[in-house]
Each structure stands twice: as structure tokens, then as C-alpha cells.
């Protein structure tokens, strides 16, 4: 089951859901509209066994322009996190219709501790970003069966991370 | 919880999802396959920034189909206009449009519950792809919901035919109504 807003809204006053910092008006219907954090990184090389040398900067108020062809790394603004419920990110529509991939294929978070997340950013025509705007959505899943805790490399982050298969 | 096919033609047939037009073959064990709608809009621009409104050129695909270039967004609809008070649809591409290279959403498969319209498509070929007006070219599938309902109000409602982006609004009144 997929929680309605008024039901997302009631977790986060519990505190079973963390997002923060919150505000109601980005509730929608069935999701929350999360923001670009502030640091951004260009991915260097795709090798997972090479070391992770990509240089974290912080964007420009004015923005910053992605180009096609190449897979930055950034966060969410907020904190979050569930260890009750499943979240998936994804991008707003407002901005998939620009062509901006802010997720690639894995869409799934984990159960357990609250932190910024990573977003892989990629476009398919040059687009201009900007810090702290509205670019993705959250959702909320209810889970069947007992829980078991996401203990994993990248809840340490809550910057632009890259791979970890050298740290798992 | 996910609805199955015969559940989807039960809660079509009590009202509770509209799709119009709607046609029993086109149902599947666990979704419903969705036609490409007839226009596709592409920016005007090459280069896109959301806090500017973006002019766009709508094309009819011809009889003869489109090629769609790798280096461009293409907006196309859904020939059927859906939606659902009760359950959350989200859409997804067909295995045999996706074994083509041909992404139909980017990024944004969520569709608000009591958004009625025909869905816009977000069209990215990874490499050259023809497609063909009423083509099957998607699927969508339906999602209970847990709590209270509250339905869409947001910018697209009511939409026919492709959308393109209105995001600059957020930057009109970043404070607003994130819809």
C-alpha cells in the first residue's frame, strides 16, 4: 500500500517517518516534493574498481549547467528516512519533461536510518539546476513480514557519494 | 497491494478507473497497455532551463511514423484519458518498447490519484527509434492506498494531448503549492 498524503503528514508528526526540514506544502496526493541539495559532483570515471577521486562543489546560486553524455551525483536538501516504511524517489514530472533523469534505474531506498540521499542526474538536452529547487518526489510504501535494518556504506553519507563496492 | 487484470476490469466497469477508451484485449495479468496518443511536442531550445517557460513545436506523427533523434526530449500523450479517485496508477514502458531503447517516462512514473487526463509521455530514444501513432507503446498499473484520500488539484489536471514543463511556477513562488 502506497500511503496517502494525510497519512504521510501523520507519520512524520509521529516520527516514523523523518523528513527535515518539512513543510506541508510540498505534500501531494500521494508523495512529497523533495529539493536539490547544495553540492554537486561530475563523475570521473566508471570503473568500479578504481578509487572515487571526484572533486564535491558547491553549485552556484546562479546555477549550474549538465551537460548530455555525463552522470553527476548530488543529494536531496532534506534528511530522510523511514524505519517503518519503504520510500522510492523519483523526479517531479515538471522535471522529467525537461529530460532530467534524477534517478537511473534504481528508484528503491532501504528501510532504516534517515540521511541525504544521493541523486544520480542526467540529461538528455543541456539543462541549467539550481540549489534548494523542487526536483523530485517521494513515496511511501507500507511493508508485510518483520523488519530488518539497512546498516549498509552509504547511510554514513549525507554528501554527493559515489561507489562503495571498495567499502562493501 | 497491486491490482490484478480482472480486477481492473471489475473496478473499470464499477467507475472507479476511468480509461477511455477502454479495451479488454489490452489488459494484462497485472496492468493495462496504454496507445500512443497522435502529437509530440519538442523544445524549441536546445539548451532548457527550468525557471524560464520554454517554447515548443508540436508534430503530428505521419502515417509513416517519427524517428526520434537520441539527442532530444520528446513529449507525446496517451491516446486514452485515465485516472482514478480510489487507486494510484504508475506507469511503465512495455518490455518490447524498452528492448527498442525507448524510455516513455523519464524519471516521473507517479501518477497523482484524481489526476484525469491523457498521460504525457516523456519520449528518450538511446538510439534511433521509429514510433507509430496507437501504437501500444506503455503500461500502467494501479496501487491501494493506506490512509485518508485527498485528491489532485495540481497544473496538469484535465490535460489532452502533451504538456510541456511548467516548473518555472515553482520559482514564481517557491513557498506555494508544490503541485
Given at each position: ?52 577521486s ?8 546562479a ?23 519503504v ?15 534524477v534517478?537511473?534505474?534504481a ?7 534517515a ?11 543541456p ?7 523542487l526536483?523530485g518526489?517521494?513515496t ?29 | ?12 466497469g ?10 479488454v484485449?489490452?489488459?494484462n ?9 497522435r ?8 539548451l ?34 485515465m ?6 496508477p ?71 494531448g ?9 520559482f ?8
Amino acid at each position: 500500500m502506497i500511503l496517502s498524503r494525510a497519512e504521510i503528514d501523520r507519520r512524520v508528526a509521529a516520527g516514523s517517518i523523518t523528513i527535515s526540514p518539512y513543510c506541508p506544502a510540498q505534500l501531494n496526493p500521494t508523495s512529497y516534493s523533495y529539493r536539490l541539495g547544495l553540492e554537486i559532483s561530475e563523475l570521473s570515471s566508471s570503473d568500479p574498481a578504481a578509487g572515487r577521486s571526484d572533486a564535491v562543489v558547491e553549485m552556484d546560486e546562479a546555477g549550474m549547467l549538465l551537460q548530455p553524455g555525463r552522470l553527476y551525483l548530488s543529494h536531496t536538501y532534506e534528511v530522510i528516512g523511514s524505519r517503518e516504511c519503504v520510500v522510492t524517489l523519483m523526479g517531479r514530472p515538471s522535471i522529467g519533461r525537461l529530460g532530467l533523469f534524477v534517478q537511473l534505474s534504481a528508484d528503491l531506498g532501504n528501510v532504516g536510518d534517515a540521511h541525504r540521499w544521493t541523486l544520480e542526474l542526467t540529461c538528455v538536452q543541456p539543462i541549467v539546476i539550481y540549489p534548494r529547487m523542487l526536483i523530485g518526489e517521494l513515496t511511501f510504501w507500507e511493508t508485510r513480514g518483520e523488519l530488518a535494518y539497512y546498516s549498509g556504506p552509504y547511510t554514513r553519507f549525507s554528501r554527493p557519494t559515489g561507489n562503495m563496492r571498495e567499502l562493501s | 497491494m497491486i491490482l490484478t487484470g480482472p480486477e481492473i476490469i471489475r473496478q473499470h466497469g464499477l467507475g472507479t478507473i476511468r480509461i477511455d477508451p477502454f479495451n479488454v484485449d489490452q489488459v494484462n495479468p497485472n496492468s493495462y497497455n496504454f496507445r500512443l496518443g497522435r502529437t509530440v511536442k519538442v523544445y524549441k531550445n536546445e539548451l532548457l532551463d527550468p525557471k524560464v517557460k520554454q517554447p515548443t513545436v508540436s508534430i503530428d506523427i505521419p502515417d509513416d511514423g517519427l524517428v526520434l533523434d537520441s539527442a532530444r526530449i520528446y513529449l507525446a500523450h496517451t491516446e486514452e484519458v485515465m485516472g482514478s479517485d480510489r487507486f494510484v496508477p504508475i506507469i511503465h514502458g512495455r518490455s518490447s518498447t524498452a528492448r527498442m531503447g525507448l524510455f516513455v517516462h523519464i524519471t516521473a512514473d507517479l501518477i497523482d490519484i484524481g489526476s484525469y487526463n491523457q498521460w504525457t509521455l516523456q519520449l528518450h530514444a538511446v538510439q534511433p527509434v521509429r514510433i507509430f501513432r496507437g501504437m501500444l507503446i506503455g503500461q500502467v498499473t494501479f496501487w491501494c492506498v493506506e490512509g485518508e484520500i485527498s485528491l489532485y488539484s495540481g497544473r496538469y489536471q484535465g490535460a489532452m494531448g502533451p504538456r510541456e514543463s511548467e516548473s518555472y511556477r515553482d520559482f514564481e513562488n517557491p513557498e506555494a503549492e508544490a503541485m
